[in-house]
């Protein structure tokens, strides 16, 4: 079966950092893009990130430029979002999801079950 | 305030039909790129409804499905049943921000 498994959610503290990760199993993940979308507790979905099959090309929402950073190791079929400088308004449930096409014009199937970031004092 | 304009909620009886629309603009599903639906069930992870406008994946009913015209989509969903009771998310891309936008969601309510 095709899954992916989030992990290392948890509460930060404002301006502290976290590193989800994603495990990839089920298909080639080598072959794909991957995304990062969050959620808001209690609003809707937020595209974060997306990366392609080699690590060269990522893109980020406004928001966060400079504070994430999406990456993958191939190797170990994971993906991960490295957050820095966290602030309350990024608590969410973080979700990764596989691209079925590139960057533009694809969708995401599947999607994680999901990990929570906190970021409260 | 999402790129993309979904009703904030919607609602019909079992056995009803009910539509959800997606607006957006001139850089985002008026320039061509494809909209895609999500239906979200409490405490679950989103699962796609309908890929590049009107493709189903298999196993999603055929009382689900997608239109898409000039700036906007639709999302129509016949025979309604109680477990249609969910979030539905449209999603396409938007040239000006160069990124992924996702409409704020529409709360489906079964009578």
């Known amino acids: 079966d095709v899954q992916l498994v989030e992990s290392g959610g948890g509460l930060v503290q404002p301006g502290g950092s976290l590193r989800l990760s994603c495990a990839a199993s089920?298909?080639?993940?080598?072959?794909?893009?991957m995304t990062w979308v969050r959620q808001a507790p209690g609003k809707g979905l937020e595209w974060v990130a997306n990366?392609?099959?080699?690590?060269?090309?990522?893109y980020y929402v406004d928001s966060v430029k400079g504070r994430f950073t999406i990456s993958r190791d191939n190797a170990k079929n994971s993906l991960y979002l490295q957050m820095n400088s966290l602030r309350a308004e990024d608590t969410a449930v973080f979700y990764c999801?596989?691209?079925?096409?590139?960057?533009?014009?694809?969708?995401?199937?599947?999607w994680g079950q999901g990990t929570l970031v906190t970021v409260s004092s | 305030q999402s790129v993309l304009t979904q009703p904030p909620s919607v609602s019909g009886a079992p056995g009803q039909r009910v539509t959800i629309s997606c607006t957006g603009s001139?850089?985002?599903?008026?320039?061509?790129?494809?909209v895609h639906w999500y239906q979200q069930l409490p405490g679950t992870a989103p699962k796609v409804l309908i890929y590049?406008?009107?493709n189903r994946p298999s196993g999603v009913p055929d009382r689900f499905s997608g239109s898409k015209s000039g700036t906007s989509a639709s999302l129509a969903i016949t025979g309604l049943q109680a477990d249609d009771e969910a979030d539905y998310y449209c999603?396409?891309?938007?040239?000006?921000?160069?990124?992924?936008?996702f409409g704020g969601g529409t709360k489906l309510t079964v009578l």
């Open positions: 999801a596989r691209n079925r096409l590139g960057a533009y014009d694809s969708w995401f199937d599947p």
């Open positions: 089920g298909f080639t993940f080598s072959t794909y893009w």
């Open positions: 990366i392609d099959q080699d690590g060269t090309q990522k």
């Open positions: 001139s850089s985002n599903i008026g320039t061509g790129y494809d």
């Open positions: 590049g406008n009107i």
């Open positions: 999603q396409s891309y938007d040239s000006s921000l160069s990124g992924v936008v």
